[in-house]
Nanobody
Framework: QVQLVESGGGLVQAGGSLRLSCAAS????????MGWYRQAPGSQRELVAS???????NYADSVKGRFTISKDGAKNTVYLQMNSLKSEDTGVYYC?????????????WGQGTQVTVSS
């Protein structure tokens, strides 16, 4: 089992910045990738950014150049730095961890944190 606890959401004006944090605990040695997803009202959950154990990253086209995902391996924590926020970035942001293939590619989710960008 992997437990994920998010923090850092809130209300910000367009053009502002926020940093989300996600602390993992439990069987963290099983984790292959961690990432952030978001879900706007009436929309499906979508991938925002992900980071592999190797450090390689992946971003949705809509956030490239504005968001940065990073991790602190010693703290088992992943961060999402969000700059130049837009109203369309509004939604609930969920931290995700996926176990490595040898452990079955199992997904774990945090409880979600609300990000609201006012225009």
């Amino acid at each position: 089992q992997v437990q994920l606890v998010e923090s850092g959401g809130g209300l910000v004006q367009a053009g502002g910045s926020l940093r989300l944090s996600c602390a993992a605990s439990g069987s963290t040695f099983r984790i292959g990738t961690m990432g952030w997803y978001r879900q706007a009202p009436g929309s499906q959950r979508e991938l925002v950014a992900s980071i592999y154990n190797s450090g390689s990253t992946n971003y949705a086209d809509s956030v490239k150049g504005r968001f940065t995902i990073s991790k602190d391996g010693a703290k088992n924590t992943v961060y999402l730095q969000m700059n130049s926020l837009k109203s369309e970035d509004t939604g609930v942001y969920y931290c995700n961890s996926r176990t490595a293939p040898i452990y079955g590619r199992r997904d774990y989710w945090g409880q979600g944190t609300q990000v609201t960008v006012s225009s």
